[in-house]
């Protein structure tokens, strides 16, 4: 369990987390970690099962410690249909012909992979009621650490809950060498922590929101590590990937602690959701969640730039001119690792801005700037900036 006193209004804050472990070699001390488990189930997809999961599997066999395994297709989706999979198969459905009947449940769920393993991982964990762990392939989302997982049914995508991870582990040999999208789809995803604290710290003055000021300071300390050792992403050093994981695990007890998710998301995810949902209506593949996080941000930084020329409230000024810094620095990694910029389509690119308004409940500089009216100006202003090459001077 992972807690802490604090000085902020909830006084005290608490994570069902039992143990994060990122280091290399991680992997063969799986069976150690997890010992007070004996029939441990392990999910994976095609393309995790050969990165780690066989050799997860193997390292649980040996210590007798296996229960069952089963490995989702490639490049899965969280849907039900996949989650069914999941539960047809948490035993061996022809050791049994009556599915209904009786039939031995793992007492731990090991999900090997990144984003939608984890997500399926914790929904099944959470309808079992049983503890999960997550064995992270790539450093490439925020969402290891979290409570809730998004889930695609009727047509739309919306954060369900399920469970927090009690074991986090993390296998720098395996995590350095993830694709390189997915290297950049993590940073970006950290990088846009600058613009969610600042969202956070706009609501507690603008709207009297709680914020919690130790978590913040953790997570944009966290980022500033991040991005001081930006350029090493190339060379795929363990270093960067481990201020990269790092990071999630602490704007995901963040999350965790604060019980919103307020430490990891602001304007940049909410503009990137309503892209995503917009890929996936017309059939195409969502591209990468911190890669979109990425450009959400520059731009949510561009409207916040602007807003500092322009504003007459001096308490504003001083906020914004605190994170100059950092998005101008986020701004040369950015460039410097040659972060896609996926969606440039203007009607698109406008739709995420004012959809993501009416997203959720949450304020942050969408909603600063709609109260003033000023809104559509700054989102057609940052729409023409991105899709011209983020040229002018900010
Ligand atoms: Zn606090
Ligand atoms: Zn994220």
Redesign the pocket.
């Known amino acids: 369990m992972y807690e802490m006193k604090?000085?902020?209004a909830?006084g005290y804050?608490k994570a069902a987390l039992e143990q994060i472990v990122l280091e290399s070699g991680a992997l063969a001390k799986v069976p150690d970690i997890l010992k007070d488990y004996h029939q441990i189930f392990v999910l994976s997809d095609e393309t995790t099962y050969q990165v780690a999961g066989a050799a997860v599997i193997e390292e649980l066999q040996a210590a007798g410690r296996y229960f069952h395994h089963y490995v989702l297709k490639k490049d899965p989706l969280p849907t039900p249909e996949n989650l069914g999979e999941i539960f047809v198969h948490l035993y061996p459905p022809l050791a049994n012909t009556d599915l209904c009947a009786f039939s031995p449940l793992p007492d731990f769920i090991l999900g090997v992979g990144s984003g939608v393993v984890n997500d399926l991982s914790r929904l099944t964990a959470f309808r079992l009621n049983r503890p999960y762990g997550i064995c992270a392939t790539a450093p490439s989302m925020d969402g290891y650490a979290s409570g809730g997982s998004p889930f695609l049914f009727d047509g739309t995508k919306a954060t369900i809950k399920g469970n927090t991870p009690r074991y986090i582990i993390g296998d720098l040999d395996i995590l350095t060498q993830a694709p390189y999208d997915m290297l950049q789809a993590g940073i970006g995803d950290m990088l846009g922590k600058y613009t969610a604290i600042l969202d956070w710290e706009l609501a507690r003055d603008y709207k009297d929101d709680y914020y919690?000021e130790?978590?913040a300071k953790d997570v944009l300390r966290a980022a500033d590590q991040c991005l001081k050792n930006a350029a090493q992403l190339k060379s795929r050093s363990p270093e960067i990937v481990k201020n990269v994981m790092e990071g999630f695990m602490v704007s995901g007890l963040g999350m965790a602690?604060?019980g919103c998710s307020r430490p990891a998301s602001g304007a940049e995810h909410m503009f990137s959701h309503i892209w995503e949902l917009h890929l996936l209506a017309e059939g195409k593949k969502p591209n990468l969640h911190g890669i979109e996080v990425m450009e959400a941000t520059l731009m949510v930084m561009h409207m916040y730039r602007r807003l500092y020329r322009e504003t007459k409230d001096a308490h504003l000024k001083e906020l914004i001119g605190g994170y100059l810094e950092s998005f101008d620095a986020s701004m040369q990694a950015a460039r410097a690792l040659e972060m896609p910029m996926p969606v440039l389509d203007r009607e698109m690119i406008l739709e995420g801005i004012y959809k993501g308004l009416k997203l959720r409940d949450r304020y942050t500089i969408m909603h600063y700037l709609n109260e003033r009216r000023l809104l559509e100006s700054y989102a057609e202003d940052a729409a023409d900036w991105m899709i011209g090459g983020m040229k002018q001077p900010a």
């Open positions: 604090c000085s902020c909830q804050h919690c130790t978590i602690y604060t």
